[in-house]
């Protein structure tokens, strides 16, 4: 038995696992549950974050437009599946140098201290990772760019770890990255960081394949009695190009850079139509995950062949037993 630790979520949006199923994760029978031109100007809406707001959801979705211009916008939920996105991209207070980006991509939000902190691909000179936040998804306000190009997937943990605050990014190259490892790092103000760690990386030859290429942190880490459970994206490369899935692993609660567990077996992958066929065929890429301390449910929303939003669950007994029971470091 393991425990979510944090705030009941009575309204997570749910789904019984249909009777027979076997997976780790099942998708919502409604996915997707955002279209590709949910807005009048979009090409495609995925790899996007929510989070539970006064009473309901909110969220920050990378909206793609039909000039294929990759952007940042907001969106509000009463039930965390109908969404009413933005047309506007946010425009963000300050940020001085860092405002000037080039493109905003794969944002994560996570509640901290009584904010929402926004961490997102941001393009100053290739892709690194912006910082910002909000307080009410109206007001935006931009932070210094935390690391120095490249860098992608800057996930920041929803509580100081060590009395510091944490994040884990995946260091990259200025393209398709073709490799990716996941790193933790600190910092006492969220301006400078350091005190890097490696926490994880691929896994070579054939034990866990669909993960050999490069991995990268997804939604915040959830908190548990047993650890921080991480979701993240595990790539391998084909004769058809890179396929993205879904895996899990379970990180020291004082010290996330140790890994106690991680899941040899992938937890989701491309298998459904709309996440084979898209932008970029064969893509599931998790990008945040609401979970309700009251029953142990975790709700992770996923971005389908970078062209829609889809939507999965689970329970934390069900992913900590599938990782600890499929683990790969034993
Ligand atoms: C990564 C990012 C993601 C995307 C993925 C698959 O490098 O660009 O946004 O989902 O590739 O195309």
């Known amino acids: 038995m393991s425990k979510l630790i944090g705030a009941a979520l009575p309204n997570i949006p749910w789904q019984d696992c249909p009777p027979g199923c076997r997976e780790p994760v099942w998708r919502y029978s409604g996915n997707p549950i955002i279209q590709r031109d949910a807005i009048p100007t979009s090409n495609s809406i995925f790899n996007s974050a929510v989070a539970p707001f006064r009473g309901g959801f909110a969220g920050i979705f990378r909206c793609d437009s039909r000039a294929v211009e990759m952007n940042i916008h907001a969106g509000f939920s009463e039930d965390g599946l109908r969404w009413r996105i933005s047309p506007q991209a946010i425009r963000f207070q300050g940020g001085g140098e860092a405002a000037r980006y080039e ?38 306000h931009q932070l210094e760019n935390t690391f120095l190009p490249y860098n992608r997937n800057g996930v920041l943990f ?19 990255t073709p490799f990716g490892d996941i790193f933790y790092s ?24 669909w993960q050999s290429l490069k991995v990268g942190p997804g939604p915040v880490p959830i908190e548990t009695d047993l650890g921080w459970l991480l979701l993240y994206h595990g790539v391998i490369n084909t004769c058809n190009g890179f396929v993205y899935r879904v895996g899990g692993a379970l990180l020291d609660r004082d010290e996330p850079w140790k890994v106690l567990a991680r899941s040899r077996f992938y937890l989701l992958g491309p298998q459904e139509p709309y996440e084979c066929v898209g932008d970029v065929p064969n893509v599931t890429f998790p990008c945040a995950a609401l979970t309700d301390a009251g029953t142990g449910r975790i709700a992770i929303y996923y971005g389908c ?22 683990n790969l470091l034993f």
């Open 103 to 140: 493109y905003r991509y794969d944002p994560r939000v996570c509640r901290l201290e009584g904010r929402y902190y926004i961490t997102w691909c941001n393009g100053y000179h290739g892709p690194t990772i912006g910082l910002g936040y909000t307080e009410d998804f109206q007001a935006f």
């Open 158 to 176: 929803p509580r100081k770890i060590g009395g510091r605050y944490a994040m884990l990014s995946r260091p990259s190259d200025g393209g398709h």
């Open 186 to 209: 600190e910092s006492p103000d969220l301006t400078y960081w350091g005190r890097h760690r490696f926490v994880m990386g691929t896994v070579p030859g054939n034990a866990s394949a």
């Open 305 to 326: 062949a970078d062209t829609v939003t889809g939507l999965a669950f689970t329970t934390v007994d069900r992913l900590v037993n599938y990782i600890q029971e499929n």
